[in-house]
Nanobody, 125 residues
Framework: QVQLVESGGGSVQAGGSLTLSCAASGGTFSTYAMGWFRQIPGKEREFVATITQSGATTYYTDSVKGRATIFRDNAENTMYLQMNSLRPEDTSTYYC??????????????????WGQGTQVTVSS
């Protein structure tokens, strides 16, 4: 079983930047596709970005495209989300997930088994 721990969240002003980290342990990191998802209380969790096992392919939701970069360091068993030009609407709890690309990088991502505990991002105006 893989365990995932997010970090790097915090409170920033609109226009600022944050880099979120997801550290994995207990599994073979390079065999998992990885992703970032976010959720506001009372709202459905939404897709933010995903990355294939090798890092060769990435996907982003339209609202962060051009402002966010997902990348991974398989040697460090860590995946990241660099977010720039942050907006108040980016405020959310951000979760990382690990799983097979067939589910994680598709509409079936909610079936992904491995999730972190979340890290809070707050963007003020």
């Amino acid at each position: 079983q893989v365990q995932l721990v997010e970090s790097g969240g915090g409170s920033v002003q609109a226009g600022g930047s944050l880099t979120l980290s997801c550290a994995a342990s207990g599994g073979t990191f390079s065999t998992y596709a990885m992703g970032w998802f976010r959720q506001i209380p009372g709202k459905e969790r939404e897709f933010v970005a995903t990355i294939t096992q090798s890092g060769a392919t990435t996907y982003y939701t339209d609202s962060v495209k051009g402002r966010a970069t997902i990348f991974r360091d398989n040697a460090e068993n860590t995946m990241y989300l660099q977010m720039n030009s942050l907006r108040p609407e980016d405020t959310s709890t951000y979760y990382c997930a690990a799983g097979g690309a067939a589910h994680l990088m598709a509409r079936t991502w909610r079936e992904t088994k491995f999730w972190g505990q979340g890290t809070q991002v707050t963007v003020s105006s």
